[in-house]
C-alpha cells in the first residue's frame, strides 16, 4: 500500500496512518519530501482497499501496490497456460473456433449446425439449453433435451461441447453431457455461482460482464482458481457505452492487456461483442490479429428462424468464408489453425 | 413493432417484411410516402427483438411499440403502488430511511447500530449476513448468525430488517428473519435467482445493476412481477462510467424517469452510489430533492474500524446532521418524515 | 511521482528509473521491500505523464503526486473563491438562479422571458446569439442583433446578462454586451479559445465536456486561470454513459467533489444534464440539495414554439413553481435565495 | 417522423401531432391500432428532434427516419468515395499508412523519422507543429517553424504531409505545408472551425470525440461538405469508457459501421487509440482485419526522449514488424499495401 499524504499533513495525522498500518502487518518506508510525505506499507498480504486510508485525515491518496488477484496473475505463470481438452489446446499457437447456434432448439436443427461448423474447422460446438433472457417472456431453452441433443450433435461430427450454466441446480444436470462450461456475461459476478464452479473440474469459460473492468474479471476468475479449478478461459464480448449504433462495444484492445495481466487463455465473442451479423467476420478478423486464443461465434442454419439472437448468427456460407480468412490472419501472428473436414 | 424501409426498397423486399410479420400475429398498417414505406404492425405481442427486422433485406430501422415490461409499467396500476410491512410505507408520501452498517460483524456493533440510526428516525435496520465481495480473500459475512443478531437487533428497537440474498440456497435460512430481501446490483440479471424470488411473498428490494439501463431494470423487476411477487422495490445505486473521481456515477435522473415509467416506488443508495463518505450526505439529500420514496444508507458506529464498506459509512453524528436536513428537504416534495425516537 | 517497480525487477533496471528521475530534477526516495521497490519522486514540477515511466522496463505502475493544476486547486485558495458581478455573488451562500430561453428568437420573446424570470427571482438573463449546433441544417442565431435584445431586455429587468461565445472572432461583438461568457461542452478542450479568453478580464462559465473527468475539467480552468483571467465558474451539464432513457446523465456527485478539489464556484445546468422538461425541476432541486452555488435553467414564454431546445426548456408557471421549492431546501443547506419581484 | 401515441390517448392529443406535423409540411399517414396510434409524418425536411414531439400530450415516443446528415449518407454516392492526394489513394484497395512523431522536435528528428517510416513503406508524414494538450503547462509546439521541417523532411523522403490544425488563425501559415489537415477529437464539435474548414480545399482528416457516437461524427463531417468541402476522412481513435487498464477504448466496430453508413474513407488511429505502445501492433493489426482503409500511427525515433506521447510511440523497428504482418492481413481483406523503400 502506497499513501500519500496531502501537502502540509501534521505529524499526527502521518503517524495515525503509519500505527494503522503497522496495525494490518505491514512494514513501513517512509519518504518526507518537500511538500509530501510519502508511506509505503510492505505487508503480507494487500487485500485492503486503499479507500479505507484515503478516508483518513490528512490523506490526499493511496494505491494498492500488489495485485488483488494472485493465482490469476501472470506473474503466477509466466510462460502462460494452456488448457487442454480432448486434444483441443486453448492459450497455444493454435487458434480454436468454437460455433454454432445461440439455443438448441431441436434434433435437425443443431445436427445441421454441427455438420456445418466442422465441415469449416470449427473443434467445439456451442448451443444454450438454458437461456439466461432479459424478459422472462422470451424463449428459455430446452433444458435437458436440448443438452442431449447437443452432445450427440458434436459426438456425431468429432465436436468437444460448451453451454451456459446459470445457477448451481443446473450442474448435475450438466457435467455428464459438457466438455467445457460458460458462465455468462450478466453471472460474472455471480459469487455464488463462481464458488460451486471453483469446486467442479471442468474448464470454465468466464464472460466479462458489460460494466466489468479487466481487473473484476480477473478477480472473478480468482474465485474459480481459489477454488481449486485452474482451467479458466477468460472471454472479452463486448461492455456497455454510449454508443447505440452497435448493441455493445467490444474492447479488443482487452485481448492484449489480458495475455500481459494474466496466464490464462483468452477467447473473443464477436457475436455477442456486436449484436449484428454484419459486423461479426469484421470483429471476428480483428481479435484473430489482436492474438485471440480462441473464437465464439453463433451460427445458425437459418437465422431468420432461429428461436434467440438471429441478429447475430452469420449464415453458413459467411461462417466458411470467414474461416478462409482467418486462416490466413492467424499465419500473421503465428498462429495455426485446424482445417475443416470438408475443405 | 414499426419497420421503416430503405429509400428505394423494392416491393418483394416491402412484402417480406409483411409476410414475417403476418406469420407473427401482426396486423399491418402500411404507409407508403414518397421516399420510405413504413410498415405499423400491431400484433397480440410484441416481445420480438426489432434486430430480428433490421437484419432482413431493405429495412432500414426497426421499433417496438408496446415496452417489453407489462405488469412493471406505470400504465398497469397508474396511482402507483404502496408497498406496506409493518406499519412502514414505501411508495406514499412518508419518506423511509433504511440504514445500519454494511456487514454484521458481531452483537454489540449491530446494537449500538440499531440503537444509533432508530434515534435519528430511521424505519429498517440493514446489515449484511451473506456479503458479494469482488475478491474471493475478502470478509464473507457472519451468515446465520448474523441474521439472528440481526434481527435482535432491530428488534429491540422496532425496526424492520433489510438484508441482501445471493442464491436460493440461503433463502430457508433468511425468510425467518428477514422483512424485505435485498438483491445486489451484481445479481440484477441472475435470472434463476429473480424466479426463485417471484415464488416468495416478502418484498424485495432489487438494485440496478451497474452497466443496466432503466429498461433493463424493469424487465428484471418483471421476472419478479411475472412469478405472482408483486412487492417490488427498485433501487438506484451508481452506474459504471468514465468518471474515476467517484467509484460509481450516482444517475439520480433514474429516480423521476423510474416514476414515470413504473408504479413500483423507488430507493436510493447513496452510499453505493458515491463509495465515499464525504459525499453520501449531499447525494442523500438530493435523492430526496428529487423524489426518492426511500433510502437506503449505510452507517456505522466507527467506520474505520468496519470489516467491509467502512470508506463510505456514515459516523452516527453526520447521520443525525443528515437526518435533520434531510425532513425539510422532504417538506419541500410533499414528503413527511418519521420523527426519531432520540428527537 | 511514484514508480513502483515489478517483483523481481533487476537492479539495472530500477537504476534506470533513478537516472530519468534525477535527469529530470528530482529527489529520490527508494524503499527496497520483500517483493516491490519503491521509488518516490519528488521534484519542483510534477506534470510528467505517468506513462512515461510505466512503459519503462521492469515498472510495475506510476502515479503522480501532485495534481496537474496548481491555480484551480483548492490548496490555492482554500477558503474559497467568490465572484462577484454588479452585485451577484457566485461562491457565497447565495444561491444564484440564471435562466432564460436557449436562443434569443426576437425582442418580444427576450423580453417576455426576461420579465418573467427576473419575477421569480432570478438574477442573470441566459440567451444564444451564436449557437453550436449538431447539425449544419439548425438554427444557428441571430448574432450580434440577438446580443442587443438580450443585453436590453436584462437592463429592462434589472438582470445580468449570460451568453456563449464560440471562438474569438465574436468577442469583440460580444464584450460590450454580456457580463459572463459561457463556453460550452463541446468547446471545453478548445484549447486555442482559452488562451483567448484567458486574456479577457469577464468572468467565464466553463461548460464540462460530456467525455470530461473533473480533471480534465479543471486542467480546463486552469488554462484561463494561468492566462490571467481568475474569475471561472465551473458548470455540470451531464455527461455520456450508456443511458438512452435522458439525452445525458447528469453526475450530480461532480457537485461536491469539485468543490473539494477546486476554489472555484460550481454551477449545475439541469437542462442540457437531462434534455427533458419532466426531469429540469427534480434534477434542480436535487443540484441544490447537494450544494451548487448557482443555477443555469432554460425557460421559454412558448417552449413548444421554441427555435431550440423547446423539449428541455420549463413553461414560466414551471419555472415558478420550481423557485419556491428551490428557497425551501437552498435553506437545508445554509443557502439563500433571492426574492423575485413578482413575488 | 414517426410518432407512437400512448395507450388510450385521446383524440384531441392525437389531432394535435397531426396539426403540428402539417403545420411543419409533413403528409401524415394514420394507422389506429387496438391499443396505439401511429402517425407517419412524411416531409422535405426531417432536421426535427423528435424529442419536440416527445414532449407533446399522449406522446409514447417518436423516431426520425431519414438520417440527419444527407452528404455524408452512403446513400448520396454509394459506390463510397475514392481520395487521391499526389497519387495516395484513400478508400480505395489500397490500405495507406500514415505515420511519425507526435511532435515535430527538431531537424534531425523529423528527418530520420521520415526515412524510417518511408523506408517501411508508409506514405505520409505525420508530425504536430502546433499541440492541443490538455494542461497549460506542456509542450506548445514549434509553429511555423515545425511546419517548415516537417515538409522539408516528407519531400526529402516522397511523402505526404498531415499536421493538425486548432483554429482559424492558423490556417493561413499551415496551408502552404500541409497536404491534408487534421482536426482532433476534442475540436469535433468546434463547429466554427468545422466552418472554416469547410471553405478549404485540401482533404481533412476528422477524430472522431471521445464521447461521440458515430452519427456526431457523420454530422460533423456534414459541416465540412455542406461547406463545399468533399474530402473528408473519419478516424476512429478510442472513446472514454469505464475500462482504465487503457487510456481510451478504441471502438473498432466503429469501422464496418461508417463504412455502412457513409461513403467516406475510414482511418484507425490504434496510437490514440490505446495510448499504450505494448497494444499500438495489435491493435494495428486489428484495425486493417476490420477493414480500416488508412491507419495513422505515431512512431518516434527515440520515444523515450519525445516531448509529447512517448509512451504511445513505436520505436522504429517495432514499426518495421508491424508493416510485414500488415501487408499479410491486408491481403486477406482483399487491400494491398506499398512496399517499403527499405524493403
Redesign the interface.
Known amino acids: 500500500m ?1 499513501v ?1 499524504m496531502q ?1 502540509g499533513a501534521p505529524e499526527t495525522q502521518v503517524q495515525a496512518v503509519i500505527d ?1 498500518l503497522v496495525s494490518l502487518g505491514f ?1 513501513i ?1 517512509r ?6 510525505t ?1 508511506l ?1 506499507g ?1 505487508g503480507p ?1 494487500d ?1 485492503f ?1 486503499p ?2 486510508f ?3 485525515q490528512g490523506v ?2 493511496a ?1 494498492r ?2 495485485s ?2 494472485k493465482l490469476a496473475n501472470r ?1 503466477f505463470k509466466p510462460e502462460g497456460t494452456v488448457i487442454e481438452v480432448n486434444g483441443v489446446r486453448f492459450g497455444s499457437n493454435e487458434l480454436v473456433v468454437m460455433a454454432g447456434p445461440c439455443s438448441v432448439e431441436g434434433e435437425r436443427q443443431i445436427q445441421v449446425a454441427a455438420a456445418q461448423v466442422a465441415a469449416c474447422g470449427a473443434r467445439v460446438l456451442r448451443g444454450g439449453a438454458f437461456k ?7 424463449f428459455q431453452g430446452l433444458a435437458e433435451e436440448g443438452l442431449r441433443l447437443l452432445r450427440a450433435a458434436a459426438d456425431a461430427h468429432g465436436l468437444l461441447v460448451i453451454s451456459e450454466v ?4 443446473q450442474l448435475p444436470l450438466m457435467l455428464p453431457y459438457v466438455d467445457i462450461l460458460q458462465v455468462g456475461a ?2 460474472m ?5 463462481l ?1 460451486d464452479l471453483g469446486e467442479v473440474r471442468k474448464p470454465v469459460l468466464l464472460k466479462r ?3 466489468a ?4 474479471l480477473l ?2 476468475a ?2 474459480l482458481l ?2 481449486g479449478n485452474y482451467e479458466v478461459l477468460l472471454c472479452e464480448r463486448g ?9 455493445n ?9 489480458l495475455q ?2 494474466s496466464h490464462l487463455p483468452v477467447v473473443a465473442d464477436p457475436s455477442h ?7 461479426v467476420a ?2 471476428a ?7 485471440a486464443h480462441a473464437l465464439l461465434i453463433e451460427v445458425h442454419p437459418d ?2 428462424a432461429a428461436f434467440s439472437d ?3 448468427s452469420l449464415f453458413p456460407d459467411q461462417f466458411a468464408d470467414l474461416m478462409a ?1 482467418l486462416r ?2 492467424a ?3 503465428g498462429m495455426t489453425m485446424a482445417q475443416g473436414k470438408g475443405a
Open positions: 502506497l500519500v501537502e494503522r512494514t518506508h519518504s518526507t519530501g518537500v511538500r509530501h510519502i509505503g510492505v498480504r487485500e482497499d479507500l479505507d484515503e478516508m483518513m490526499k491518496e494505491h501496490i500488489v488483488p488477484y506473474t439466461p433472457r432479459s424478459s422472462p417472456y422470451s446459470m445457477d448451481r441446480s450478466r453471472n459476478q455471480n459469487f455464488s455461482l464458488k460482464g458489460l460494466a473492468t479487466l481487473e473484476d478477480l472473478s480468482e474465485y481459489s477454488g461492455i456497455r457505452t454510449f454508443e447505440t449504433a452497435t448493441r462495444t467490444m474492447d479488443l484492445s482487452a485481448i492484449p492487456v500481459k495481466l461483442g456486436t449484436g449484428r451479423r454484419d459486423l469484421p470483429m478478423r480483428a481479435s484473430v490479429a489482436a492474438g437465422p431468420p438471429g441478429p447475430q480468412q490466413i490472419i499465419g500473421a501472428v
